[in-house]
């Protein structure tokens, strides 16, 4: 049974994930960078040449908007920490955790996350999936059994997708002037 479960975990990373390639085949670092509004948040390189991506505490309202190379960082941010917490030994605090600097290098290191994730997740059984165990340290897992989280990975990373692909097209529009009717 866990093994037919896993599997349909997987299925569904998989039909996210292959929108994600879709995205990331058009993404340069200028599109990364791109910032669609004035009021907006994106990645920096700082003083070392680390890029650190803009955060506030609580979230403000509005929200604003977001580049690529945010929503890129962000996706790596949210597995380094899920994959750090439920099959590692922690993961670094979200200060530490830096966009490589690259469209590529970004592209490299969410591939090499959804690897590890597929992988890690490949090896639980059905008594993994139901427990909480592996997720009680996760900053917004704690008491789901590990299938949820699982679920919400995959959510999560569409979600995501969803927003590179919006920037991504409101890029594009903007780039050759082009209105609605």
């Known amino acids: 049974m866990g093994a037919d479960r896993v599997d349909l975990l997987l299925r569904q990373l998989d ?3 292959a929108l994600f390639e879709y995205h990331l085949e058009g993404i340069d670092d200028e599109l990364c960078l791109w910032e669609p509004e004035a009021y907006c948040w994106t990645v920096r390189p700082d003083g070392q040449g680390r890029w650190i991506a803009d955060w506030q ?3 403000p309202e509005p929200v604003p908007a977001l580049t690529i190379g945010w929503l890129t960082w962000h996706i790596g941010f949210w597995w380094t920490t899920t994959l750090g ?3 590692g030994t922690g993961a670094p605090p979200r200060e530490e955790i830096t966009w490589p600097g690259t469209a590529a290098g970004a592209a490299t290191w969410l591939r090499d996350l959804k690897a590890d994730w597929q ?3 490949g090896g639980v059984t059905d008594a993994d999936l139901d427990s909480t165990e592996r997720t009680a340290s996760l900053p917004w897992g704690m008491e ?3 299938v949820d989280v699982a679920g919400w990975v995959t959510v999560e990373l569409t979600k995501n997708v969803a927003e590179v692909g919006l920037v991504r097209n409101l890029h594009g529009a903007r780039a050759h002037g082009l209105r609605s009717v």
């Open 57 to 59: 505490v609580p979230e």
């Open 119 to 121: 992988a890690q997740l």
């Open 85 to 87: 917490h439920c099959f």
């Open 15 to 17: 039909i996210a994930w």
């Open 144 to 146: 789901m059994r590990l």
